[in-house]
C-alpha cells in the first residue's frame, strides 16, 4: 500500500474497526506516498486510537521531510511542491474523541509542516483539548488552515477568535506558494465557517478575516471608536449637532 500511487482517499466512515485492526492499519498509512485524505467519521474512534494516528502524522512527516533532505544532498530544492504530496485532510466527525486524544496528536502536529485540515466536529473535545489547539496553532504549527471543533463540549473556551485569527494567517503563508494555493482552492480546503465566530460562540462572524480580541480591545480603545476623529484631532459631531446645523443653514437660505 505504501507504493500505490492511485489511492488518494481513503474513507472508512460508518464502520466499526478494532483498535487492533487499526493499528496495522496504521503503518502502511504512514507512509503513503500519494494519500492526501483519511475520512474516518461516525466509526466509534475514542482517545484510545490517539496514538495510532499520532503514527500516521509523524510518519507523513518524515517522510515529506525525507524528500527535502535528499535534495538538499544534492544542492537542489524539491520541485514544485512534491514533497508536499500526503496526508493533507484528516476528517474524524462524530465520533468519541476527548481531550487525550487531542493531547497524542498535538505532540505530533507540533513538527508537521504538511497537514492542512483537522476535522474534529462533533466529538467530545473539552475546554483542555480547545485550548491546546489554540496553543499549537500560535506557538508551534503555521500549516493548518482548517481546524474545526464545532459542536464539541470545550467550544465555548472563548479560544475561538484566536484559532481564526491563526487559521488567516496561516493561509496568508501558503498564498505565496501560488501553485500550491490553487490546488488548495481546487480541493476546497479552506473553510470558511471557521474563520467566522457567531456573537458568543466558538465562531464569531465578520466579514472576511478573523480579528484576535487584542486587536478588538484595541480597536475599542481607539479615538474613532470614543467617538473622536482620527484626523487633525476634532471631534466628530453628533446626530443631534448635525440636524441642528442643516436647520441653521435652511434658515439662511430662507
Not at 515529506?64 to 533532505?69: A, G, K, L, S, Y
Not at 465578520?206 to 473622536?228: M, Y
Request: glycine residues 8%; positive net charge; contains cysteine.
Amino acid at each position: 500500500m505504501e507504493k500505490n500511487h492511485s489511492i488518494v482517499r481513503v474513507s472508512l466512515s460508518h464502520t466499526t474497526i478494532p483498535l487492533e485492526d487499526f493499528a496495522i492499519l496504521s503503518v502502511p498509512l504512514a507512509r503513503h506516498c500519494a494519500l492526501e485524505t483519511l475520512e474516518m467519521s461516525d466509526c466509534r474512534v475514542d482517545s484510545a486510537f490517539g496514538l495510532a494516528f499520532k503514527r500516521i502524522i509523524a510518519g507523513q512527516t518524515e517522510r515529506r521531510c525525507e524528500i527535502v533532505w535528499k535534495r538538499g544532498l544534492h544542492g537542489g530544492r524539491p520541485e514544485g511542491y512534491e514533497h508536499r504530496v500526503g496526508l493533507a485532510e484528516l476528517v474524524l466527525e462524530q465520533n468519541r474523541i476527548s481531550d487525550q486524544f487531542v493531547d497524542d496528536i498535538v505532540q505530533a502536529l507540533g513538527h508537521d509542516e504538511f497537514l492542512l485540515v483537522l476535522d474534529l466536529r462533533y466529538n467530545l473535545v473539552g475546554c483542555k483539548g480547545a485550548k491546546q489547539l489554540a496553543d499549537l496553532l500560535q506557538r508551534n504549527n503555521h500549516t493548518l488552515i482548517n481546524v474545526d471543533i464545532r459542536d464539541n463540549p470545550g467550544t465555548s473556551t472563548g479560544c475561538g477568535d484566536e484559532m481564526a485569527y491563526r487559521l488567516v494567517k496561516n493561509i496568508q503563508r501558503h498564498k505565496q506558494d501560488k501553485s500550491y494555493f490553487r490546488l488548495i482552492l481546487e480541493r476546497g480546503w479552506i473553510n470558511k465557517d471557521v474563520l467566522r465566530v457567531s456573537p458568543g460562540g466558538l465562531h464569531k462572524r465578520s466579514s472576511s478575516v478573523a480579528v484576535s480580541p487584542q486587536t478588538l480591545a484595541t480597536a475599542r480603545d481607539s479615538p474613532t471608536a470614543q467617538g473622536k476623529s482620527c484626523r487633525r484631532g476634532k471631534e466628530r459631531m453628533s446626530p443631534e449637532k448635525v440636524t441642528s446645523l442643516r436647520g441653521k443653514l435652511a434658515y439662511r437660505r430662507r
